[in-house]
């Protein structure tokens, strides 16, 4: 599988720059004048996500703009990224990954989703977020426990945004049958998808055992687009340890074939049962 995700990361580092840069009070020619090797145009461009960038680059600016060291740490990992494949396979900061579609799901005007054995974590309750992370055994109650607040902040940024974004989610039916929690709070998770769904900017359909073989048997994905025709549509892919970022426009194609199939053979979450 072809695997591309540079300009999504230049696109995240540009902004970050961006808003330091803001926070300065400095124009661009302010940090052009300031003798970084950073041409004002250079700078344009690094900024709009279009050239790869330096880690030198980077510390310099973050050095005139005034930034922490964990934060110049954080943007120089991340651009390593800007002119890499695979970087997120080499990148020891396994959270970066996650802050770059953090960010990336901040300000996407759509976001379309499968899922076929976890509700996704937009729309999990807190109890059943408890019990995902529980099921991990990877990290102590304490460090959970932040997870799961974590999870629920995210939730709560993304809900609240205006104008909201629109949301539209397929789940497997084993998402909906495997008792993650205990019955309780499966009945509990199900019952919120139903009412989360009746919002305008939310559909939540249920793709039942019945249908059978279905196109996406591959596995969990994630689209997400954009209204800013400068900002790729990105199809988001993760695993354990790190997500792949697919921006090829005959990339994301595919998988908005794949994910209109599923959509057309799956039932409202409001009907299922």
Not at 76 to 98: H, V
Not at 174 to 201: C, F, M, S, Y
Request: aromatic residues 6%; glycine residues 6%.
């Amino acid at each position: 599988m072809p695997v591309t995700g540079q300009r999504v990361v230049r696109r995240a580092l540009g902004r970050r720059l961006t808003l330091l840069r803001t926070a300065s009070g400095k124009s661009r020619r302010e940090v052009a004048e300031a003798r970084l090797g950073i041409s004002e145009p250079t700078l344009h461009r690094i900024e709009t996500g279009k050239v790869p960038v330096t880690v030198a680059n980077v510390r310099a600016l973050c050095w005139l703009y005034g930034a922490d060291e964990s934060v110049t740490a954080a943007l120089a990992e991340l651009a390593l990224g800007t002119s890499q494949e695979e970087w997120w396979d080499t990148s020891p900061a396994i959270p970066e990954w996650f802050k770059l579609y953090v960010g990336l799901e901040a300000s996407a005007s759509q976001i379309c989703s499968y899922d076929g054995e976890i509700v996704p974590g937009e729309l999990q309750t807190e109890q059943y977020a408890r019990s995902v992370f529980g099921a991990e055994q990877s990290v102590d109650s304490e460090v959970a426990e932040r997870q799961v607040k974590l999870r629920m902040q995210r939730q709560k940024t993304l809900f609240s945004r205006s104008p909201a974004p629109r949301l539209v989610t397929v789940l497997g039916e084993g998402a909906l049958t495997r008792p993650v929690g205990g019955a309780a709070v499966l009945e509990a998770q199900i019952a919120h998808l139903r009412q989360v769904a009746r919002r305008d900017n939310i559909e939540i359909k249920v793709l039942p055992w019945s249908v059978g073989a279905h196109a996406a048997m591959a596995g969990a994905f994630r689209i997400l687009d954009f209204d800013d025709p400068d900002d790729p549509d990105v199809v988001y892919l993760e695993s354990h340890v790190g997500a792949l970022y697919l921006e090829e426009p005959a990339e994301v194609d595919e998988y908005r074939r794949i994910f209109e199939l599923i959509r057309k053979d799956a039932i409202p979450v409001e009907d299922y049962r």
